[in-house]
């Protein structure tokens, strides 16, 4: 390990000097089979160590690299900490985990970024802000330090898709150098392990209520061939996003699915409707049907998810967590899917009725009996939903007794 002291001196591990005093800044780096940038980023995380006039170390934390990565590291004058399960958000935790100073500084360890420039991160956190985000998009991306379809289609998506799930106005949700003080990190709560970890660490730092500024980073080519995958990671990145977000993934979808559901088959009870002089047949009463069944069923999963979430500490405690475990009961829950099922037992009785009156003929009554199967379904729906529901009250209030029984 290097320590960097006021005086701009580097001393090594083992002097009693250097290792007796706080360590101010901990810059961060994974690694995997890095050796020819690693080297140069630890020089550079120095430097700009020495330019904050605090006293720093860099942490490399290695991720099972099979070339001369580590020795480099140690030569360069980091301390070199090991993480064998791999993972972009393993070998950070890692590093984290084992970093010293009171100020975080995290980056990649292929030279895209420019440690020797971090004291425009660690500015705005002396300034009293608990997180900060170096952004390409709002500094400079250099030619060929990012493709055609990152630059233009995958960063900018996934970015806006995350602040709109999540109420946040981040420019580069993926930038990889950021900078965040202990008591930040520690609020977070990241368990990440691979590249989603980019992506949680924003969501978690506008939840947990930090004090978030973004300043202006300029990206660089990459030194060796990249570890990403297009579609891989970006997949990780949305399939977090939407896990964690449970609105947007069933809430919103299914009500509007079961809204449209409810009105078309409200609309088609009236016999042959037409729209654009095309009629509205059975076959359109038994969409609608379908359509409004699985809103519903969409809105009871949202509504397990966020509940479920909330109770891991993934959700926020919002106004529905606390209708659940405040207002919600298991005998409000039943006599409600009961009343839907018996609304739609009794539309279904009436059609019965008046098809017994008719000597038992055909029954053409098909829009009002799938409008009551829908009542019925959403009425089961609901039942078996305020049962599983339930299962988030409960309460373990004693562990349980492990004693030997007595013959």
Known sequence: MAVVTDDASVRPVGDPEGESGPVDISVVMPCLNEEESVGICVAKALAGIRKTGLRGEVVVSDN?????????????????????????????MKGFSEARGRFIVMGDSDDTYDFSE???????LTDGYDYVLGSRFGGEIKKGAMTFSHRYIGNPILTAILNRFFGLRSSDAHSGMRAFTREAYDRMGLRCEGMEFASEIVIKAGRAGLKVTEVPIVYHPRVGETKLNTFRDGWRHLRFMLLLCPQWLYIIPGALLFAIGMIGQTITLQGHVSVASHTLNAHFSALFASMAMLGSQAVIFGLFARTYAATLGLEPVGRLHRWVQEDFTLERGLVTGTLFFLFGLLIDAVVLSEWLQRSMGPLDAMRPTLYAM???VLGVQVIFGSFFLSLFRMRIHAEPSHRTPTH
């Open 118 to 124: 971090l004291d425009r991160l660690i500015g705005p």
């Open 64 to 92: 099972g690299s099979s070339d001369r990565s580590v020795t480099v590291a140690l030569a360069a004058g980091a301390r070199v900490v090991h993480q064998p399960d791999r993972g972009y958000g393993n070998a950070y």
């Open 374 to 376: 829908t009542f019925m």
